[in-house]
C-alpha cells in the first residue's frame, strides 16, 4: 500500500531540496570568475542571471521547513530524485542564456547528461564555446560524479545520523568506507582532489608540450580530467579525444578512468596499503574478466576490418575504447559513424555488453555494475551445486568484497532483480529509439549509453533528434544513475498523492 506524504514530510523534502538549489547557484560563482577572467562578458551574464533564479527559487523552497529537519528512508529517495531532477533544470539555465542549445529542453538535456556524468551532448558549435560555459559543463559532472546529494547535504546542509545513511544510500551507494557518512563524503572528495590534481598537471604537460597556449593548456586539462575521473565524457571540443591525436594523452586518460571507475571503499583500501584486496575482491576480479575477454573481442573484430591498418593501433585504440565504455566514461578518438560502419559487428557488440555492464559499484561509473554480474555469476554455480548435491548436503557459498561475505538468496535476487531492470530500460529504449526510424542497432546502442550513463555515440544523439526521444534519454540517464529506486518512490508518491486528492474531492 503506498502511503501518501505527511506535510511535515513535503515541508523537509522541499527544505533539503532547496538547500542544495542554493548550493549549485553558489557553485555557479566559479564560471562567471572565469568569464571575468576570460573578458567573456555576455557568459558573466549569463551566471549571473543564472545563479540569481537558481538561488531565489532555492530559497524558496528551503523556507519550507528548519535546518536540521529529520527525513526518513522514504524523504531520503523524494529528495535525491528530486535534488538531481533540480540540478539539471538549473545548471541548464545559463546554457540556455548562451545561444549555443536550441532550446531550454536541449540545455536540460546537456545538463542532465552532465550531471549523471553521461557524456552525451546536444551542445552547437563546440568548438567555439565560452571558456565559462565548458567549465561549466565539467563542474557538473565533477560535482555529479562524487554525489551531489551526499557533497551538498551530508557536508554542508547539517543532515545527521540515519538521515545522512540515508541519502548516501539513495544516490545508489550501499557501502560505508569510514565510520560515519560525513567522513566518508570528506574521504570522497579527498580522493578526487587527489585525482584532478594529478591529471591537471599531467594534461597540462602534454598540452603545453604539443603547442598549445598556456590558458588554454590548463583549461583543456582541467575539463578532460574532470570528464574521465567522474567517468563523464564531455570534451572541450567536439572531436573529443580524436583533437588531440596523443598516444600519452590516451594513457593518461586511461589511468584516470580506471581509477574512476574503481570502488571508492577500494580505494580506501589501497590508501591503507591493503593491496591484496585488488586481487580478492569480487568486483575487481569481474572487471579484469570482462576486460580480459571483451579485449580481445574488439582485437578480433578491429583486425576483420581496414578501420586501422597497424596491429599496434588496433590494439591502442581497441583497448581505449573498451576501457571508455566499460568504465562509462564515453571518450572516443573516431567519428560516431564508424561505430556502425567500421569498427566490426563483433568488436562492436563487445562495447556494447561493456557499457551495458557498467564499472565498479559506490564509483562514479553506470550501468549494471562489476558487482552484480560477479555475484549473479557465482550464484547460478552456488545453485547448480545445490541442485546437484544430495538432499541431505549443505551447500554453502561465498564471495569476497572487502570481507568474506556468505551467498544467500537475497543477495542473488537484489543482484538479479537490478540487472533485469536495466536490461529491460536499454531494450525499452531501444526500441522507443527504432519507432523513432533509427536503425537497431544505433538505436540500442544509444539507449545502452544514456542509461549506463555512458556517452559514446553513434550519432543518434543530436540537436535534430525528435524531441519524445531527447525526453526518453533524459529519464534514462536520470533513472540509470539513481539506479531506479529513487524514481520509482517518486512515481509511487505522485500516484498516492492523486489518489487521495481523488478521495477526497
Known amino acids: 500500500m503506498w502511503v501518501a506524504l505527511e506535510r511535515r514530510n513535503i515541508r523537509a523534502i522541499f527544505h533539503y531540496t532547496g538547500m542544495l538549489v542554493l548550493a549549485l547557484a553558489a557553485v555557479m560563482v566559479i564560471p562567471f570568475l572565469v568569464a571575468v577572467f576570460s573578458a567573456e562578458w555576455d557568459p558573466a551574464l549569463d551566471y549571473l542571471c543564472g545563479a540569481g533564479v537558481t538561488a531565489a527559487v532555492g530559497a524558496l523552497l528551503a523556507q519550507e521547513a528548519p535546518r536540521g529537519a529529520p527525513i526518513n528512508r522514504r524523504d531520503a529517495l523524494l529528495i535525491t530524485a528530486l535534488a538531481w531532477l533540480a540540478a539539471s533544470l538549473a545548471g541548464a539555465v545559463p546554457l540556455a542564456l548562451s545561444g549555443h542549445w536550441g532550446s531550454y529542453l536541449d540545455a536540460c538535456f546537456e545538463a542532465m547528461s552532465g550531471i549523471t556524468t553521461s557524456g552525451l551532448v546536444l551542445v552547437q558549435d563546440l568548438d567555439h564555446l565560452a571558456n565559462a560555459h565548458n567549465v561549466w559543463r ?21 543532515v545527521r545520523g540515519g538521515g545522512a545513511m540515508s541519502l548516501y544510500m539513495a544516490e545508489g551507494r550501499d557501502e560505508r568506507i569510514m565510520p560515519n557518512v560525513l567522513h566518508t563524503a570528506r574521504f570522497i572528495w579527498l580522493v578526487t582532489a587527489v585525482y584532478v590534481a594529478l591529471g591537471i598537471v599531467s594534461l597540462t604537460v602534454v598540452n603545453l608540450v604539443s603547442g598549445m597556449e598556456p590558458a588554454r593548456s590548463v583549461l583543456h586539462a582541467f575539463c578532460n580530467t574532470a570528464a574521465c575521473w567522474d567517468t563523464g565524457g564531455f570534451g572541450p571540443q567536439s572531436q573529443n579525444s580524436l583533437y ?35 586481487f580478492k575482491n569480487i568486483e575487481a576480479r569481474t572487471m579484469a574478466i570482462n576486460t580480459l575477454v571483451f579485449s580481445m573481442l574488439v582485437g578480433l573484430g578491429l583486425a576483420s576490418t581496414s578501420l586501422y591498418s597497424e596491429s599496434g593501433e588496433i590494439v591502442r585504440k581497441g583497448i581505449y575504447h573498451l576501457l571508455s565504455a566499460s568504465s562509462g566514461t564515453g571518450q572516443q578518438s573516431l567519428y560516431a559513424a564508424q561505430w556502425t560502419n567500421g569498427f566490426g559487428d563483433l568488436a562492436f557488440v563487445a562495447i556494447l555488453l561493456a557499457m551495458a555492464f557498467g564499472g565498479m559499484a559506490s564509483s562514479t ?18 545453485r547448480v551445486r545445490q541442485s546437484l548435491a544430495p538432499q541431505s548436503a549443505m551447500i554453502s557459498g561465498s564471495y569476497h568484497h572487502f570481507s568474506k561475505a556468505p551467498m544467500n538468496a537475497e543477495i542473488l535476487s537484489s543482484a538479479f532483480l ?80 492523486i489518489r487521495d486528492r481523488r478521495r477526497s474531492a
Open 365 to 382: 561509473a553506470g550501468g549494471i555494475k562489476a558487482f552484480r554480474i560477479g555475484v549473479t555469476v557465482k550464484g547460478l554455480i552456488w
Open 244 to 278: 588531440y591525436h596523443s598516444a600519452v594523452y590516451e594513457a593518461i586518460t586511461v589511468i584516470l578512468m580506471i581509477a574512476g571507475t574503481f570502488n571508492f571503499n577500494l580505494h580506501a583500501h589501497i590508501w591503507r596499503g591493503e593491496r591484496m584486496e585488488m
Open 418 to 497: 537490478i540487472t533485469l531492470l536495466y536490461t529491460f530500460t536499454y531494450i525499452t529504449g531501444g526500441i522507443i529509439g527504432m519507432m523513432y526510424g533509427y536503425a537497431p542497432a544505433e538505436a540500442l546502442f544509444e539507449s545502452i549509453s544514456a542509461t549506463a550513463n555512458v556517452g559514446l555515440s553513434t550519432g543518434v544523439t543530436s540537436p535534430a533528434m525528435p524531441v519524445g526521444l531527447k525526453l526518453v534519454y533524459i529519464v534514462q540517464m536520470w533513472a540509470g544513475r539513481l539506479e531506479f529506486l529513487a524514481l520509482f518512490t517518486l512515481v509511487a508518491s505522485a500516484i498516492a498523492a
Open 138 to 158: 565539467h563542474l557538473m559532472q565533477l560535482m555529479g560524479g562524487q554525489g551531489i546529494v551526499v557533497a551538498a547535504l551530508t557536508v554542508a546542509l547539517g
